[in-house]
């Protein structure tokens, strides 16, 4: 069994996302079941759930009753690997995950970590996923591509208890490697620290009182709002260098602090060259991104941006590609014989 799977019916009882009744409604009804356990119980296994203390790992943040027990679980790796200390807040809650603000290992030569935890599985709700997954390989949980045998692309088909795991591995290393090397290639986004089984360690945006927000919380100075579109700009354009697309890219996931924007949330990223959709998630990437900063005064035109990125990340990319591959094909062919 899954470690975190004990937490899930704690989370289905004490998450107050569950009163949300939008959330309620979309729901799928379920059949009617006597429950494992009353719920005075479930209250009482919480109360009693290792709260860390037996390896050391007490933390400053108060968790709510439904999130301690996979919380500690989550991200008692890295503190066991000595990355970090404590948990000093939650300062981000999301369908998909939530992101805390942890004290680092000062011998990290950092101040502050940011950990994002993903749900349990029974809360995460992927949109279209498999719109994204398209020309996206499966990755193992040390970030390599995994080679898939029968039994586990049925089983992610089928949505299994397995498959689901598998398929949360993969997105989960997904965001992580793509971190990893966009980070490398000199994109503004945090830098890859470490990843665990339900949980990634990231660098953090902010101060130790609180956490950078996003763009559309905020207005930008109109001596600001002109270059830091042109730096969102370049994001996108290193990332189709690297054949990506975002897939979920606007003001929400774009932060902002002391003058300068890290793009954040990445496990919808989309392989621009091998997804049939790239070209509209990319559309939609741009509009979302155009749409914010001609509202705090910067003119421009997503389509125009869209058809030259495109063109030249992607359409002109594949065309050299061919060229190349054609090139390789002539220079090994064997000489006529002269006979």
Not at 40 to 47: F, K
Not at 99 to 104: I, L, W
Request: proline share 4%; net charge negative; with cysteine.
């Amino acid at each position: 069994m899954n470690d975190f799977d004990q937490y899930e019916d704690y989370e289905s009882l004490f998450d107050p996302m569950q009163s949300d009744r939008k959330a309620r409604r979309q729901r799928k009804p379920q059949a009617h079941h006597t429950p494992k356990k009353q719920q005075r119980e479930v209250i009482n296994e919480i109360a009693d759930a290792d709260n860390g203390e037996e390896s050391g790992f007490k933390t400053t943040y108060v968790p709510g009753l439904f999130e301690e027990g996979w919380l500690i679980d989550s991200l008692r790796p890295f503190y066991d690997r000595g990355l970090i200390t404590d948990v000093l807040g939650r300062v981000k809650g999301g369908k998909e995950a939530n992101v805390y603000r942890c004290a680092a290992n000062p011998e990290t030569g950092l101040t502050l970590m940011a950990a994002k935890v993903y749900r349990l599985r029974m809360f995460r709700n992927l949109r279209n996923d498999k719109m994204y997954q398209e020309g996206r390989q499966l990755l193992t949980a040390d970030g390599k591509h995994g080679k898939p045998d029968e039994r586990m692309i049925r089983a992610v088909g089928k949505k299994t208890a397995y498959g689901q795991q598998v398929a949360h591995t993969s997105w989960l290393m997904h965001e992580y490697t793509t971190l990893e090397r966009l980070y490398a290639a000199g994109a503004a986004v945090p830098q890859a620290i470490s990843s665990a089984e339900n949980a990634l360690l990231m660098g953090y945006c902010g101060d130790e009182n609180m956490a950078a927000p996003a763009l559309s919380e905020i207005s930008l100075d109109a001596d600001e709002a002109k270059p830091l579109f042109v730096e969102a700009i370049r994001n996108i354009e290193i990332m189709l260098q690297s054949g990506m697309v975002h897939g979920d890219l606007s003001a929400y996931n774009i932060l902002y602090w002391e003058g300068e924007i890290t793009l954040i949330d990445f496990p919808q990223v989309t392989d621009s060259r091998g997804n049939s959709h790239a070209r509209d998630i990319l559309s939609r990437d741009v509009t979302r991104v155009c749409e914010y900063f001609a509202d705090q005064g910067v003119k421009n035109d997503p389509q125009d941006i869209l058809y030259h990125l495109w063109k030249r990340y992607v359409e002109l990319d594949a065309r050299l590609q061919a060229a190349d591959i054609s090139r390789l094909l002539e220079a090994n062919e064997p000489e006529p014989d002269d006979d």
